[in-house]
Structures are given as structure tokens and as C-alpha cells.
């Protein structure tokens, strides 16, 4: 029997649940609760049954699962809310704006003995996926750097997302899905941060950041957000010690280029405007082999699978709060980086 949800906040992504709930094999849509009556006269004119307040919605013994996608400076709220009420919690990202008010909800979680999880999504992205399976293959060695960027030129949203209060700027809003890949992709320990942000269309929140992620291991990460971006750079660029992998953009293939030896015997100089060079000549067939990759099958779905067994006992959670938790210490030090003007230490308390 499918596990029944009710929405509350019907913006985007309120609505995004919604519509993927009529469609799930393992949830249905129960209802949707949100504070505007504008909101509510377009769910009831798709049918869609609605509540006339936040307790009404928690209390309704038919609800297994709340999902709260709201602005994120009432996260906390409407989560310890719903954990109280004995109900199964889905959080929008990010979970909260500080480590603190997210351990308080990990406490009302487990006092609760009820389930509670983030929505990164963005785990099921094929760009994301493509780089993963790269790395996991071997295929070109281990890691030595990667670069994540999302880049955009319409700036900030100029909805919620633009106000400081409200949990609004880059780092929050697509940072914590990049961060959250890239410790995927590099679980290992942090022990330096250096961030800086843009205010190229706004000065109340950050339009823009680059992220500098240093690991004990010597690895390092590059995340970049822009929204002043006419002409994006690569979504995605690895270097391994045994070849390098790039993704232009969401909608493209994984092109990898695999060194199958080193040295050449005759390198052809390059000629350039101001002379020639080896350094930068490029390879040939012999030493380099460069070919695309298959796109993975995802299927955006697999969460609430996920996410249904872990309430029936049946599977673990695949999106840890531990993990949310260490991408919001992240967070942290990013502004902390940013204010300071400087790379900082980074000592997480798990």
C-alpha cells in the first residue's frame, strides 16, 4: 500500500513533490497545506485537497509522510512540528541555516522515533552520476582535483531566495547540492575552506561564490556558483593521476581522455604567436585515448523508494543526516571564510 503525503508549501519545489507524488508507484498525494490563499485556490482547481492550517494538515491520521518545502527560516518549525505529531519528515534543502538548529531537529527526530530526511536530489543528477561511475571504475586512476560549476546569467531568483532572512543566496540554495556531490565524490576529511562570494546584482545575499575545498589526503575541489555567467565554463572537470574527464553541461556525455603512456619518443613542437613549444604540444593516439561515456539511467524516484523502505525497515536511509550535517558545517565556513577574507581551518565536530 502506498504511504500517503501531504506538501506543505506549494511554490516550486511544494509543487514539484506534488506533481511526482501523482506519479510515484510508492507514495500518494494526500494533500497540501500552504500559508497563501492563492496557493490553496490553485491546488484545489487541480483537485488537489487542501488543509486550512498547518495543524489541521499534521494532525490527519491518514498523513505517513510530511514534506516541508517552505523558505528555509521555518524549516525547523514545521519539522519539529510534524516529528511531534508522529509523522515521517521529507525537508527541502537546505535542512536549516546553522548546525545548531539542525541538531535540534536531530534531537526532535529521535525523541520522535519517527524518520527524517533532506532532499538532495540532486544525488540522482546524470552529470553528477557520470563522474561518480568514473571514479569508481578506475578507468583513470585516483583523483587528484575536481572542479564542480553551475553557472547562470538571469542572477537570483527575486522570490524568498533574494532576502537574508529567509535563507536566500547561492551557497544555500545550489551550494548545498554541489557541496553535498562533492563530499560524495571525495569522502574524505576537510581540513581547509576558502570561499568567496559575488554581489553583482544584489548586495543582501550572495549572487555568486567559488569554493576552494582542501582534503587531508592532499585532494583538492573547486565549486563555483554564478548567476552573471553569459558564457558558462565546464559543469564538471576532473584531473586523476591516470587521465582527466569533463562534462560541458548537464545535457552532454562524459568525455574522458586516458593517458596510455607518458613519454613520447617524438613530440612535435606547437607553434605559437610567440614561438614554439613541447610543453604544451598535444598527444597523439599512441600515448592518449579519448572517448565519451554513456549517459547513466536515473530515475528521480529512487528517493522516495528509498525512503518508504527505510520506514518499513526494510532499507537504510541513502541520504544520511550525518552527511546534511557535515555539508551545513561546510556552509558554515564558507561565509565564515568569506567574511574573514581568508582560507580557515576547518575542524568538524561530528
Not at 48 to 67: F, H, M, R, W
Not at 138 to 158: F, K, M
Not at 184 to 190: A, G, K, Q, S, T
Amino acid at each position: 500500500m502506498k504511504k500517503k503525503v501531504t506538501v506543505i508549501g506549494y511554490g516550486g519545489q511544494g509543487g514539484w513533490h506534488a506533481a511526482h507524488a501523482l506519479e510515484s508507484d510508492v507514495v500518494s498525494l494526500l494533500g497540501i497545506y500552504d500559508i497563501d490563499e492563492a496557493k490553496i485556490k490553485l491546488a484545489e482547481s487541480r483537485g488537489i485537497k487542501t488543509y486550512g492550517s498547518l495543524d489541521d494538515a499534521l494532525s490527519d491520521p491518514e498523513c505517513d509522510i510530511v514534506v516541508v518545502a517552505t523558505p528555509n527560516d521555518v524549516h525547523k518549525e514545521i519539522v519539529v512540528k510534524a516529528l511531534e505529531a508522529g509523522k515521517n519528515v521529507i525537508c527541502e534543502k537546505p535542512v536549516e541555516m546553522s548546525v545548531s538548529a539542525f541538531d535540534e531537529m536531530i534531537a526532535a527526530k529521535k525523541k520522535s522515533g519517527k524518520l527524517l530526511s533532506v532532499h538532495q536530489n540532486r544525488r540522482w543528477d546524470v552529470d553528477y552520476l557520470a563522474m561518480k561511475n568514473v571514479i569508481e571504475s578506475g578507468e583513470i586512476g585516483e583523483v587528484i582535483r575536481i572542479e564542480s560549476r553551475i553557472h547562470g546569467s538571469r542572477g537570483i531568483p527575486s522570490d524568498w531566495r533574494c532576502h537574508k532572512p529567509q535563507g536566500g543566496g547561492m551557497i544555500l540554495d545550489w551550494g548545498v547540492h554541489l557541496i553535498d556531490q562533492m563530499l560524495m565524490l571525495i569522502p574524505e576529511n576537510i581540513v581547509k575552506v576558502q570561499c568567496d562570494v559575488t554581489n553583482i546584482t544584489t548586495d543582501e545575499v550572495d549572487d555568486g561564490f567559488r569554493l576552494n575545498l582542501y582534503f587531508e589526503s592532499g585532494k583538492t575541489a573547486y565549486v563555483e556558483v554564478g548567476t552573471f555567467n553569459f558564457l558558462p565554463l565546464p559543469r564538471f572537470y576532473m584531473l586523476c593521476k591516470g587521465g582527466s574527464a569533463k562534462i560541458e553541461d548537464w545535457r552532454q556525455n562524459c568525455r574522458v581522455a586516458k593517458c596510455l603512456a607518458w613519454h613520447e619518443s617524438d613530440v612535435v613542437p606547437v607553434q605559437t604567436a610567440a614561438g614554439i613549444t613541447k610543453t604544451m604540444a598535444p598527444r597523439d593516439e599512441i600515448t592518449l585515448k579519448v572517448y565519451e561515456k554513456e549517459r547513466p539511467v536515473s530515475d528521480v524516484h529512487d528517493f522516495y523508494r528509498n525512503f518508504v523502505k527505510a520506514i518499513d525497515g526494510k532499507e537504510e536511509q541513502l541520504i544520511k543526516l550525518s552527511e546534511s550535517r557535515r555539508v551545513m558545517a561546510v556552509m558554515e565556513a564558507c561565509f565564515k571564510s568569506a567574511e574573514l577574507g581568508v582560507a580557515i581551518d576547518f575542524e568538524y565536530d561530528r
